[in-house]
Structures are given as C-alpha cells and as structure tokens.
C-alpha cells in the first residue's frame, strides 16, 4: 500500500436548526467563529471554529429550495454531529488512490463558501470526493482539500477564549464493530485496531472510536451516553485544550453546564453545544 492519501480529520459538521443561534452558543462556549459563510453551490451555509490543523463546521439550511445535502432530513431527528471531512493535500490524487485500493470515489468537484468581512467579500474554494455509504459504514464522510487555505486559517480565527486548540476525534455509537474492520483496514491499512470489540481507527493524529452503546457508556460513565436518533450516530466530538484550567474556568464564567470526569476530562452536555456531547482532554 502506498502512503496514506488521507492525512486525518479536515473538519467535524455539527447540523443546526438555526444558525445565528448556534453562532450565539458556540460564542458563549469559547469559541472565536468565522464570519457566516454561504455555499454557492448548494442551499446551506454555516460558521466554522477554526484550529491550526481542522476546525468545527456549524451546518445550516439557509436556502431549502435548493439541495442541502440530506441536511434537513437528518435535523428532523434534532440538531447534532452530523460526519465528517478527511484532509488530503490533493483530491484528485486521492480519487486515484482510492480507485487503486478497490474503492469507488466519486470525481473530484468543486465547492465554493462566500463570506463577508470588512475589506469585502471572500471566496474560499474547496475540491471534494465523495464515497459510497459502504465504503464509510456508519459514518456519513467525504474527502476535503483546501484550495484557499490562507482565507479560512486568519491568525485571529486561531485563538479561542476556552482555549481549546484543536480536535482530537469522534466517537460512534453502533450496533456491531465487526462488520467495520474489512472497510476501514481497505480504507486506512494497518491503522485499524480492534480492543474488546471497540474498533478504533487511527486517521493521522485523530482517531475515529467506533462502539456499542453498552461499550462506549463503559469508556465514558460520566457522560451518561444516550442517542435519541437511530444507530449508528457520531455519540460525541473530542477535543484537545492548551489549559483544562482555562477552559473550566471560561464555562464557569458564562455559567455553561459541564462535568470533571474520572480521567482528567471535561465533559460538555449536547444541550449546551448544538446537541453535540462535547468531550474536552488536555492537549
């Protein structure tokens, strides 16, 4: 196999009902938003936490006569973690490489986000591939490159009050883990590790954990895991903080429900966070 196309995880997508809402909770959780951005070629748009190597992605319907992807099919279910993007320098090199490993990418296609700042407007350009639900199981997914990293990674995007730094994975509730390990081994190789039937997957320094209710309530007893859409479902976003200190002290400030676990975490309740359980360890 050669190297690895992927180099770990581009962005997580948190699906809202309303985005200034959203803007106005992430705001009060510490987070230092972009300015709302609208994607030109389909009927969503969003705000985006932005970290030094991926970024939180604040989904929302904002034109329903157009196509939103599935967006607002899966709100039905309520607000929450919807997938996730791969990184890759290159998504035209990745298609081959996936087509080499036996995997069925789509072509490569453009996607485009305009946002407003004060010296005008930005386009900031992206090159996606998509691949069959199969080939991601129980996880909705695609490949994104940044064509205009430089519009979207502004130094003062980096810096977040709570002073979390960045994203270190998911977790995903599922009903079985075997049926996962031949799809992410042909997708991933060698990363793919299976402990007491959790399956984690090793995606460059981010891991995608895959578990059953039972197994990932076991991994997180003060979590008090518990999904109202149907399985399999992205139970919680794991995120890495310069100072837990810092970060407590940031929700405590601005009276955000949180939790001290066992293992040194923070835990953030999904109604404090867009219906995403957020999971905060030190970095």
């Known amino acids: 196999m050669t190297a690895q196309p992927l180099a770990g995880i581009d962005h997580v997508l948190i699906a809202v009902d309303d985005l ?24 969503t748009g969003n705000y985006c936490a932005m970290f030094a190597r991926d970024y939180i992605e604040l989904l929302g319907v904002v034109d329903a006569a157009r196509d939103v992807g599935g967006l607002e099919a899966f709100l039905r279910e309520g607000e929450g973690l919807r997938g996730l993007a791969f990184a890759t320098r290159s998504g035209d090199a990745t298609a081959v490489e996936l087509q080499r490993r036996g995997l069925h990418p789509t072509p490569p296609r453009d996607l485009s986000r305009q946002f407003e700042l004060p010296e005008g407007t930005e386009l900031a350009r992206f090159k996606l591939v998509s691949l069959p639900p199969a080939e991601t199981p129980a996880l ?144």
């Open 20 to 43: 200034e809402r959203a803007r106005m909770a992430w705001t009060r959780l510490g987070f230092t938003l972009t300015p709302r951005g609208r994607h030109l070629q389909q009927g």
């Open 140 to 283: 909705s997914a695609f490949v994104c490159q940044h064509l205009t990293p430089e519009l979207v990674r502004r130094p003062q995007w980096l810096a977040h009050a709570n002073g979390i730094v960045g994203i270190a994975g998911v977790s995903v509730m599922v009903t079985a883990t075997e049926p996962l390990r031949e799809p992410y081994e042909r997708l991933f190789g060698a990363a793919v590790v299976t402990t007491d039937a959790v399956l984690t997957v090793h995606v460059g320094n981010h891991r995608l954990v895959f578990a059953t209710p039972d197994d990932l309530s076991a991994l997180y007893p003060e979590a008090g895991l518990a999904l109202d859409r149907p399985l399999p479902a992205i139970a919680s976003l794991n995120l890495l903080s310069r100072d837990l200190g810092r970060t407590a002290d940031h929700l405590t400030q601005w009276h955000v429900a949180h939790e001290a676990a066992g293992d040194g975490t923070l835990l953030v309740p999904p109604e404090e966070a867009s219906g995403a359980l957020l999971i905060i360890a030190r970095a």
